[in-house]
């Protein structure tokens, strides 16, 4: 009999199952496949390395101090951290899930690998544990609260009744790719390209030589878009080729995922004795994509409330509720709220608004200040912004209908 389960050993479980051992707590992380490799670009911001993983400044990924964005129309806005000494790290799916299991296992977390968490044991109609597939059969673990941070693909998720089976509209589609060949990018940058629909394609180096390249659909236009084709149009792209000079790459992997896509799904965060984590709550950034921070916020949070909960023997809803009220995760809700609001003005119109929003960026300083505060560092532009970018739409129009 353990104190916590945790289903899934990506960053919410690795981080949640840490809190948890660190605090003298029995924990078990049950996960399916630990030589997956997880489909994700590897973006980690400086946030995770100065906060919550400083171990991570030994390893050999490499670092970045600045990224191009590009909107549907090639307008490039240029910004460089360096100066502010927050480099952010590009890592490998792979090497980056293994190390954050051994800092859960050397905490004092047991991992069990090749186990595929799929139904809940219950006793009177209570939760007690879970049930897994293993190569060897089915396999039976028992604990007093049971966390759900088995991602996008999640059973338990939909077997708690807690939320439903995701909605193709409420998720992204993606798929990346890690390619070895010689390219002229600058190293210690990430490229992000803004499409006319709703969708974004990246480059983000790895090496001198490795690149993580991949792209994605979300929303309604999951729908409308083929992946393999965006993503075969993406790699075709005069503006994306030109970067790589050779005939030939080695395709060292390449796989596709889903990604919540609408932000925190805040009404199935949890239940008696149960929580729900990282990508399989919704812990995503609407208009990035990036989940790898929000996951592991989400996992200590869930982590440090079930600490308090076992110390109080009290393992109810009632009990888990402030991991929900959390001013972190309240902070996360409402910033990707936000988000997913921005997404809908910056898409309009075949992501018209971006492009001039772009244009505004490069003639004005004050405004580019106020578009980078707003992609690098979560802060609100003002209604005034919003307006200025409608006001140059018109006057775009204005022009066309006079020429
Ligand atoms: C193509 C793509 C690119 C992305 N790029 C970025 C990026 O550059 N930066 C960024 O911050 N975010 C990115 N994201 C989002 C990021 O990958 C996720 O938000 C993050 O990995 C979520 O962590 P998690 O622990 O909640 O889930 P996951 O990382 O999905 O981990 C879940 C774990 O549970 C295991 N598992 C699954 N089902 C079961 C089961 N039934 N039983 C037991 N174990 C199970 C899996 O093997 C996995 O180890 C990207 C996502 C996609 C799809």
Redesign the pocket.
Known sequence: MYDVLI????????KCAEVLARAGFKVAL?????K?R????????ARIMQKYYPQLRKFNFLRITGASLFSANYQELEYNWGQRGTDSL?VD?LEF?NFLRKVAVDAGATLHDN????DFIYKEKKRIGVK?KTPSGTREYRAKIIII????????AMRSGLRGKWDREEI?????SILEGPNILDKNKMYLYFRAYKGYG?I?PQSKTRV?I?C?TFEEDNLRHDLNQIYTEFMNDPHVKHFFPAENYKNIWS??????ARGVKEHCLYGDGLMI?????G???PI?????????V??QIAGETAVQALGADDTSKKMLKSYKTHPNIKKIIRNFKLKHSMVEFFYENKGINLNSMFSLAEKDEDFRNQVINMFFFNLTPSKEFFERIRNFNQEIRDVFHES
């Open positions: 289903s899934g050993a990506g960053p919410s479980g690795n049950l996960e399916r496949n630990c997956w997880k489909p994700c670009g590897g973006a980690v911001s590009i799916r899930d186990n595929y968490s799929f897994t941070a088995d991602g996008m693909s999640s059973k338990l992204g589609m993606a798929k990346c990246w983000f993580n991949g994605g796989g596709a995922y889903p990604l919540p984590v990282g990508d399989a709550a812990f995503v950034s990035s994509g990036e989940g790898i921070h929000a996951a592991i989400s996992g």
